[in-house]
């Protein structure tokens, strides 16, 4: 699926179904995947990118024995994950982060493909857009989170079927991971998976 410009009422309604405010991305059923399979996977000290509201980052620090830190790009977020207690890094991707820091990375990344001609250029679409693949953040999110994470670390990557499942897949096994599906829910407009991640 392409958002293109044929129907302006599209993009407020893919935002509406993710429960986007103007600035901060808020809990919707992608957010909730993510954090039942952090709850049940993630370990040590853990990060959470792309936070938005924090309420992931959130539910992992109360429902685990985790140490959770969270970054997102966008100030407001940040202000309001800190406002849930989680202390927040403005940061793209895990650019700031020293080698080996973490034991857990989740991320529900922007995955909507977008067209380029009918990008929105404001926090809305930073939550949301990944470009006209869906992966444009997906691929250096993979290309990177390598670094920071320990050798017995895990990734907890949302995939969208809007983005092309079996090729998220395909990049994480040239980037060294080992994939397994952690969660998985359809829903009429996607399915939603959560990829554990696991050295190889």
Not at 52 to 80: F, H, K, L, M, Y
Not at 119 to 142: H, K, N, Q, T, Y
């Amino acid at each position: 699926m392409t958002v293109d410009g044929d129907d302006a009422d599209t993009l407020a309604d893919l935002a509406d179904r993710r429960g986007v405010d103007r600035a901060v991305y808020q809990p919707a059923e992608d957010s909730r995947l993510l954090a039942e399979a952090a709850v049940d996977h993630a370990h040590g000290r853990a990060l959470e990118v792309g936070t938005g509201s924090g309420w992931v980052a959130e539910r992992i620090a109360a429902e685990t024995e985790c140490e959770v830190v969270a970054s997102d790009c966008n100030p407001d977020a940040c202000r309001q994950a800190r406002d849930r207690g989680i202390p927040a890094v403005r940061a793209d991707l895990v650019e700031p982060f020293r080698a080996d820091s973490f034991d857990t990375v989740a991320f529900n990344p922007p995955y909507l493909p977008t067209d380029p001609d009918n990008e929105w250029d404001d926090w809305m679409e930073r939550a949301l857009s990944g470009g006209e693949s869906g992966r444009a953040v997906i691929d250096p999110f993979l290309d990177t989170v390598g670094r920071v994470l320990r050798p017995d670390g895990v990734v907890l990557l949302l995939v969208s079927s809007l983005t092309g499942f079996e090729t998220v897949v395909a990049h994480a096994e040239e980037n060294g991971f080992a994939t397994t599906t952690a969660r998985q829910e359809s829903y009429p407009f996607e399915t939603l998976s959560i990829l554990r991640l696991d050295r190889e």
